[in-house]
């Protein structure tokens, strides 16, 4: 069945460091795919998406494209700050709006 | 804004009893679904609603049941509560059916079973 895979955690990094969380997929056809946050304390909310393959989705400096070729959708970021400290999951949706989690990487940042 | 509320943040019931967790949006949303989320396993899907009335299993329902008697609330019930129930579990909504659209999260509820 479909599924997505993260890159353990937790991850700490200090601030302004380059931020990469890796995410890979298993899924048939097109799925599109997600990166949902959840700060401390807060339901998730969504962060970026793509829905075909070489798109890139971004948002707040996040950025993450889609490659079919390696089934990945990679999460970065140029420079983290303290705010970004977060859970971040990615995902996939399999139609009508099911999404498929990964396990969730926590990112904490450092002053 | 908007807003997916959930009843209760944070309950402690005893192995056995009913339980109720309630989620209400305000957006007018088709879609309804109730995940629970553990460490190291991210969220799983326990059932979603298309519509009022209408449900439909997700990948984890055993144990678990769900009514939707009006379009903004989505009751998840556990029949009798085990331990195993113990997780934060999280209601959503989005709008359309059929299209990649994004979920709105209300911010969970944290239920231990003793």
């Known amino acids: 069945g479909d599924s997505v895979t993260q890159m353990e955690g937790p991850v700490t990094l200090s601030e302004e460091a380059f931020l990469t969380i890796n995410c890979t997929y298993t899924a048939t056809g097109y799925p599109s795919l997600f990166w949902y946050v959840q700060y401390p304390g807060e339901g998730l909310q969504l962060l970026l998406k793509?829905?075909?393959?070489?798109d890139k989705g971004s948002n707040k400096g996040f950025e993450a494209t889609y490659r079919k070729e390696t089934t990945s959708f990679h999460l970065e970021k140029g420079s983290v700050q303290v705010s970004d400290s977060a859970v971040y999951f990615c995902a996939l949706s399999r139609g009508a709006q099911k999404l498929v989690f990964g396990q969730g990487t926590r990112l904490t940042i450092n002053p | 804004d908007v807003k997916v509320t959930q009843s209760s943040r944070y309950l402690v019931k005893r192995t056995g009893e009913k339980v109720f967790l309630e989620c209400v949006q305000d957006m007018d949303h088709e879609n309804m679904f109730w995940y629970r989320q553990d460490p190291g396993l991210g969220l799983r899907l326990i059932y979603f609603s298309y519509d009022v009335k209408m449900k439909e299993k997700g990948d984890i329902p055993e144990g678990y049941s769900v009514s939707r008697e009006k379009k903004e609330r989505f009751s998840l019930i556990l029949e009798s509560a085990s331990t195993n129930q113990t997780s934060m579990y999280l209601c959503?909504?989005?709008?359309?059916?059929?299209?990649?659209?994004?979920?709105?999260f209300g911010e969970g509820s944290r239920l231990t079973v003793l």
């Open positions: 793509a829905t075909k393959a070489d």
């Open positions: 959503a909504s989005s709008l359309a059916r059929g299209t990649a659209g994004e979920l709105f």
